[in-house]
């Protein structure tokens, strides 16, 4: 599902950069120190942190060779941002080594998401803060709707792998998992961003790649069955084939303090 940088990069890894810096607005990462990236994928998080914070040094985890290959190769800011492969629900790091850490968009694809959060309190000293994003995968993200709504309409089967039924896409599930992993001072906000599309092609293509739930569901359909959906597609969206769109975006963030243990 996550196998493919260029392509993860032209699907989705253009949009997490729009997210990535207003969740740097809100995250309230410290200025300096040590800060952990869960997720990091092909490292748009990590090298926003790094622009935004010149004296941030940064480590980004994610169990994806191809992703943490591609992230290496591309990093602008080498002395003080490293990629390396590892899973947030068993991070190998001292207890209380991060001065903060951030995740883009990944909490719904961790097996175990509140271990994953542990084991990231674990690794951030008290008073550091976690912060993390996700889609709003239900209404709040035109491009993927319109795209599931066309599945389930031409095949029912397609709701059972509907985003929609992410366990953190909806307002409050992340800041309940926060809470239930015993952070503090939880606060959340949505982040709004406009994803423009040039043409249908634009929007389209990036879905036959192969990325993420909806491009593995593309690639489970015969020929005749990813005509009929990127048909059906392009009616909902009803727009000529080289009219450009803009499709609204909702992510849902939120950030808490690691207790201090006194
Ligand atoms: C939608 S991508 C987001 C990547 C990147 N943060 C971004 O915004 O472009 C989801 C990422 O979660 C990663 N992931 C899946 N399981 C994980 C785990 N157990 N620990 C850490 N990351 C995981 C995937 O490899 C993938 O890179």
Same mark, same amino acid.
């Given at each position: 599902?996550?196998?493919?940088?260029?392509?993860?990069?032209?699907?989705?890894?253009?949009?997490?950069?729009?997210?990535?810096?207003?969740?740097?607005?809100?995250?309230?990462?410290?200025?300096?120190?040590?800060?952990?990236?869960?997720?990091?994928?092909?490292?748009?998080?990590?090298?926003?942190?790094?622009?935004?914070?010149?004296?941030?040094?940064?480590?980004?985890?994610?169990?994806?060779?191809?992703?943490?290959?591609? +992230? *290496?190769?591309?990093?602008?800011? #080498?002395?003080? $941002?490293?990629?390396? /492969?590892? !899973?947030?629900?068993?991070?190998?790091? %001292?207890? +209380? *080594?991060?001065?903060?850490?951030? #995740?883009?968009? $990944?909490?719904?694809? /961790?097996? !175990?998401?509140?271990?994953?959060?542990? %084991?990231?309190?674990?690794?951030?000293?008290?008073?550091?803060?976690?912060?993390?994003?996700?889609?709003?995968?239900?209404?709040?993200?035109?491009?993927?709707?319109?795209?599931?709504?066309?599945?389930?309409?031409?095949?029912?089967?397609?709701?059972?792998?509907?985003?929609?039924?992410?366990?953190?896409?909806?307002?409050?599930?992340?800041?309940?998992?926060?809470?239930?992993?015993?952070?503090?001072?939880?606060?959340?906000?949505?982040?709004?961003?406009?994803?423009?599309?040039?043409?249908?092609?634009?929007?389209?293509?990036?879905?036959?790649?192969?990325?993420?739930?909806?491009?593995?569901?593309?690639?489970?359909?015969?020929?005749?069955?990813?005509?009929?959906?990127?048909?059906?597609?392009?009616?909902?969206?009803?727009?000529?084939?080289?009219?450009?769109?803009?499709?609204?975006?909702?992510?849902?963030?939120?950030?808490?303090?690691?207790?201090?243990?006194?």
């Amino acid at each position: 599902m996550f196998a493919n940088a260029e392509a993860y990069e032209r699907f989705m890894g253009r949009w997490s950069h729009a997210v990535a810096r207003p969740l740097l607005e809100f995250a309230t990462l410290p200025e300096a120190g040590r800060i952990l990236d869960v997720g990091c994928g092909t490292g748009s998080l990590a090298v926003a942190i790094a622009e935004r914070y010149s004296r941030a040094a940064i480590d980004g985890i994610d169990p994806s060779s191809e992703y943490v290959a591609y +992230a *290496s190769a591309k990093n602008p800011f #080498s002395n003080r $941002v490293s990629f390396e /492969i590892g !899973d947030a629900q068993q991070l190998h790091f %001292e207890d +209380a *080594s991060f001065d903060g850490a951030a #995740s883009l968009l $990944v909490f719904n694809f /961790i097996p !175990d998401p509140g271990k994953a959060l542990r %084991e990231v309190c674990r690794v951030t000293r008290p008073g550091g803060v976690i912060s993390a994003a996700v889609w709003d995968y239900g209404a709040g993200m035109r491009m993927l709707r319109a795209f599931w709504d066309a599945a389930v309409a031409l095949n029912a089967a397609a709701e059972k792998v509907d985003e929609k039924h992410m366990p953190l896409c909806r307002s409050g599930e992340l800041s309940d998992l926060w809470r239930r992993s015993g952070l503090q001072d939880i606060r959340e906000q949505s982040i709004n961003v406009n994803m423009r599309f040039e043409s249908f092609a634009d929007y389209w293509e990036p879905f036959l790649l192969g990325q993420g739930p909806a491009g593995a569901y593309v690639r489970s359909l015969d020929r005749g069955g990813v005509v009929a959906l990127r048909d059906e597609v392009r009616r909902r969206l009803t727009l000529g084939e080289s009219l450009q769109l803009d499709l609204p975006a909702r992510a849902w963030a939120v950030r808490g303090i690691v207790p201090r243990r006194d």
